[in-house]
């Protein structure tokens, strides 16, 4: 959970994205308290696309109707998740604004700065990267949340 908030974020993204030789600006799907992944984020015309090509929305309007052609399960290199960490933090819901309800309300692992002990009690939302992407609600973005100290994986897309 602790990515050193969303400029962190953003910051490992680019750097996974330089690594896999991707060009373009990449961000962290990715809210806290303050902005919204739907304001930090540009609104695409053009198709989301994984690296192998494999089409998951085919524009900002569906990428946030809560239902993707594809998961999200590929990583930078265009490998498929394949191991245990299969959960995405995001701290947004399906119209990529913050989650409101009281079950999730402020779950960001402290605007994501902190990693804490497995006995406190501080959690961040997640996103199911081998859920179903017809799965109703966004669980692709919105499915559950889990301890910060936990290690999870980020959206990252291209700006």
């Known amino acids: 959970g602790n990515l050193d908030g969303l400029i962190g974020a953003d910051a490992i993204c680019q750097s996974h994205a330089d690594e896999a030789n991707l060009t373009g600006t990449y961000m962290a799907w990715l809210s806290d308290d303050t902005q ?30 809560g239902t993707l052609q594809h998961n999200i399960n590929e990583t930078e290199n265009g490998t498929i998740v394949t191991d245990d960490v299969e959960l995405a933090w995001t701290f947004t819901d399906s119209t990529g604004l913050q989650p409101t309800d009281q079950m999730t309300y402020r779950n960001n692992c402290h605007n994501w700065t902190v990693d804490t002990h497995p006995t406190q009690q501080v959690y961040g939302v997640v996103g199911y990267i081998h ?6 609600f966004g669980k692709w973005t919105y499915g559950n949340s889990t301890k910060c100290f936990n290690e999870q994986r980020l959206y990252c897309i291209e700006q």
Not at 131 to 136: D, H, K
């Open 131 to 136: 859920g179903q992407a017809w799965q109703p």
């Open 36 to 65: 919204n992944t739907q304001s930090r984020l540009n609104h695409s015309s053009v198709p989301y696309i994984l690296p192998s090509g494999t089409v998951i929305a085919d524009n900002w309007t569906e990428l946030i109707s």
